[in-house]
């Protein structure tokens, strides 16, 4: 059975690094991140930094279909100055911290590769394909690749 690698849309930055351990790869966050908007999301699903954030949304159908490797924590979120000078009236919403530690094989989500993508099986797959996923790169891996 196929994987998908998934690279989604990058909207912002790492407002605020503290609490980063660069000495793995990818880096380990040992407190909640601060992701930083300089555009507005067109996505439920982004990232900075091996980092992924995800709307309630999102997140509710992850944990109603059951879909396991993942787990979420209340997310920290701010916005550029920039972003309500280009983009007036901009609501970014509510964000979730979407953590990745599941094991390829067990899991339906996994980091891979030495930059640790952001991995899932077939059945997670198709619950994102439901949601936006504006700007992501999917590739297709497949089965014995």
Do not use: C
């Amino acid at each position: 059975m196929p994987y998908y690698q998934l690279e989604p849309s990058v909207p912002g930055d790492l407002a605020n690094e503290t609490g980063v351990d660069y000495t793995v790869v990818p880096p380990r966050f040992t407190e909640t991140p601060i992701y930083e908007f300089v555009m507005p999301p067109e996505a439920d699903l982004v990232t900075a930094l091996a980092t992924y954030f995800v709307t309630p949304a999102l997140a509710d159908a992850i944990i109603a279909a059951q879909i396991t490797g993942v787990s979420f924590a209340d997310a920290r979120v701010t916005v550029d100055d920039q972003v309500h000078v280009v983009y007036p009236g901009t609501d970014i919403g509510t964000w979730l911290w979407m953590k990745v530690d599941g094991i390829e094989g067990v899991h339906d989500a996994w980091r891979a590769g030495r930059l640790g993508y952001l991995t899932v099986n077939e059945r997670f797959m198709d619950l994102l394909r439901r949601f936006r996923l504006h700007d992501a790169e999917i590739t297709e891996v497949p089965d014995g690749a």
